[in-house]
């Protein structure tokens, strides 16, 4: 199965004004431009229904809440791969997503630079014009490098920066006059971070939190028209977890994510005598702002309301077994309301380690009527060095 879209579609549905038709259709997604830097690349915590704060920390960590890794231990690296919407990939359509990750921890844990880079390619598109006639083919490619800095404040609290060059190319054309071009940007992230254990010998009970904002930077550009930007997806994430111990051998996390994305919320624009939106905004605020001003907005300015707002938000929770830290069995639920997006799944996982080599996979399973989630797997390798985290 090929996917067709209109180069119009492929454009207008990655800038801000394509709220306007998302409300004809009921529908009220907030649209970004560069999603895929949303998806989580890590398979254990996707196993988890993508509650990832609150899990022990590790090279994959970078992705959540980079304030982590010197929690971890002292050197890890990481590599997660994963074939995006299976039901959909062929000889031409393979749409893949891989994610590599490292850190080190130096003065005794208490600082910690890591690197990253995630990848995405969604398989060969087809652009038509409004008649359906084929204009071109091309193959979509969007990718992220991240660099991170990590310092302990005292010996329970830690915080990270984060830089990151995002690039997005998902097709070059021409359409009604607008020349669509690869699309680049520069975001930071900001994460903040506490773990602290409820004895004093190594299998004590651990309980963790931390906040982060990612994604935070400059619009993408995808045409000649500068009026014309989509906003990265900058992201709210809070979460946590607690992990109790009924042997030294047996464990059992509980985990818990909400997120928030930063960006305006498309508005209520009024309706022609044809059913066809206007400009004319009615309820809500005008998406044409600043990022530093959505910031801020984003939490007051949908059309609904506050019930709207509530909506935005996506919650996730899980539980992670652990045998003798080297066996694990994952679980998780991860919801999204319908009117946002949709995205609603279950999510199971398992995974081993041994002398510091772990395997990770993941397994998606939508509860909701959501293709591009369908029959997804994650897989994981890691190795860590060290003893950082109380492993």
């Known amino acids: 199965m090929k996917k067709n879209f209109t180069l119009w579609l492929c454009v207008a549905g990655l800038l801000a004004h394509s709220g306007s038709m998302a409300q004809v259709k009921g529908i009220k997604t907030i649209n970004t431009g560069a999603a895929f830097l949303l998806v989580n690349p ?86 038509r014009d409004d008649n359906g006639t084929e204009l071109q083919r091309y193959k979509p490619r969007e990718y992220a490098i991240d660099a991170t800095y990590a310092r302990k404040l005292g010996a329970r609290y830690s915080l990270a920066i984060s830089l990151r060059y995002i690039r997005s190319d998902l097709g070059q054309g021409s359409f ?25 010998d190594p299998a004590g009970n651990r309980y963790s939190w931390g ?99 509530i909506r935005e938000f996506t919650v996730s929770g899980g539980l992670e077994y652990t045998y003798q830290h080297q066996l694990f069995i994952r679980t998780g639920y991860f919801y999204e309301h319908p009117q946002k997006g949709y995205r609603q799944h279950f999510a199971a996982g398992i995974g081993t380690c041994i002398k510091g080599v772990s395997l990770d996979m993941a397994y998606i399973m939508p509860t909701a009527n959501s293709l591009y989630q369908r029959k997804t797997l994650k897989f994981t390798i890691a190795y860590h060095v060290g003893g950082g985290s109380r492993q």
């Open 42 to 127: 890590d398979a254990r915590s996707s196993g988890t229904g993508d509650a990832a704060t609150g899990l022990e920390p590790n090279a994959n960590a970078l992705f959540a809440n980079a304030a982590k890794i010197v929690f971890a231990d002292d050197w890890g690296v990481s590599a997660s791969y994963s074939p995006w919407m299976w039901d959909l990939n062929n000889s031409d359509q393979r749409t893949n997503m891989g994610y590599v990750s490292a850190f080190k921890n130096f003065k005794d844990n208490t600082e910690g630079i890591g690197v990253s880079m995630r990848y995405f390619t969604n398989g060969t598109i087809i652009f």
């Open 211 to 309: 906040i982060a904002f990612t994604n935070i930077g400059s619009k993408l550009n995808y045409t000649d028209d500068s009026d014309r930007k989509a906003f990265l997806p900058a992201n709210l994430r809070i979460g946590g977890g607690y992990t109790f111990v009924n042997t030294v051998e047996h464990q059992f996390t509980i985990l818990a994510d909400v997120n928030k994305l930063l960006i305006p919320t498309p508005p209520k624009y009024a309706l022609d005598a044809n059913g066809q939106p206007t400009g004319e905004i009615i309820e809500g605020k005008d998406p044409d702002r600043s990022m530093t001003e959505a910031l801020f907005t984003s939490f007051w300015d949908a059309p609904g309301g506050f019930q709207e707002e």
């Open 176 to 200: 009604n006059g607008l020349q669509q071009n690869p699309a680049s940007a520069v975001a930071g992230d900001i994460a903040l971070y506490s773990q602290n254990y409820g004895k004093s």
